[in-house]
């Protein structure tokens, strides 16, 4: 079921918690690409100094940020990388939530060929580990730039939505955000949001094989 309007206007630590094992869905060139959501980081507008809306900066980049509520916010980054958020709030309330990893679900030979350039049976370990754990890679997986800021996530090109057979009984932890060490006191503000233990989530050093094993998994 698709993510509501409703859902994404709530309190933007409340939206980031509750994204956390929901799928994220760019349906490009006929074909279904997907990947269930296992990291997040929140940004609080106005207030947070490590927000691209600090203190009500308007400009063209963060347009997005300032709409209505269930929009994505796509912005470039260190001239080569987009990245992805999901708008929350009411109109005029700058906030948004950063999604930060994925792990992979529907179009896997997509997501390899746009990271890798070869299909996803030809991947390493450590390319599987690596193909959608940052907000960066996770984008190029997707074939997600900016020419979907602003776009409606309550529509049928990009959007979020609950699974049935998700399974949501996992453990959430808090940290601290990643990269915004110029943000003062804010960077240390607990809000960054991950799922325990998935190893899709960026810079997780414990095993992937583990986790593998868990399941079974066999080599393709």
């Known amino acids: 079921m698709k993510l509501s309007r409703r859902f994404y206007n709530r309190e933007t630590l ?6 956390l094992g929901k799928v994220l869905v760019h349906e490009f060139n006929g074909e279904k690409i997907s990947g269930k959501i296992v990291e997040v980081e929140a940004y609080k507008g106005i207030a947070d100094k490590a927000a ?20 994505a916010y796509v912005y470039f980054i260190y001239g080569m990388y987009n990245c992805m958020n999901v708008v929350t709030r009411e109109k005029g309330v700058p906030q948004a939530v950063l999604i930060r990893a994925v792990e992979p679900l529907e179009g896997l030979d997509t997501m390899s060929m746009n990271r890798y350039n070869k299909l996803y049976k030809d991947l390493s370990k450590k390319q599987i580990r690596n193909l959608t754990s940052g907000p960066g890679k996770l984008c190029i ?4 730039d900016r020419t979907l800021d602003k ?7 990009l959007y979020i939505e609950e699974r049935e057979n998700n399974n949501n009984n996992f453990e959430i932890i ?11 006191e804010a960077k240390d503000y607990l809000w960054r949001f ?3 233990n998935n190893p899709f989530v960026s810079k997780y050093m414990l095993s992937f094989c583990i986790y593998l094993k868990s399941f079974n998994f066999k080599w393709m």
Not at 14 to 19: D, E, F, W, Y
């Open 151 to 157: 776009q409606d996530l309550c529509g049928n090109i």
């Open 194 to 196: 991950y799922i325990k």
């Open 141 to 144: 997986a997707l074939s997600i």
């Open 52 to 71: 691209h809306s600090y203190r009500g900066r308007k400009t063209k980049r963060v347009e997005a940020m300032y709409g209505e509520s269930g929009h």
């Open 14 to 19: 409340t939206v980031a918690k509750k994204l």
């Open 174 to 184: 808090e940290s601290k955000r990643i990269g915004i060490d110029y943000a003062e």
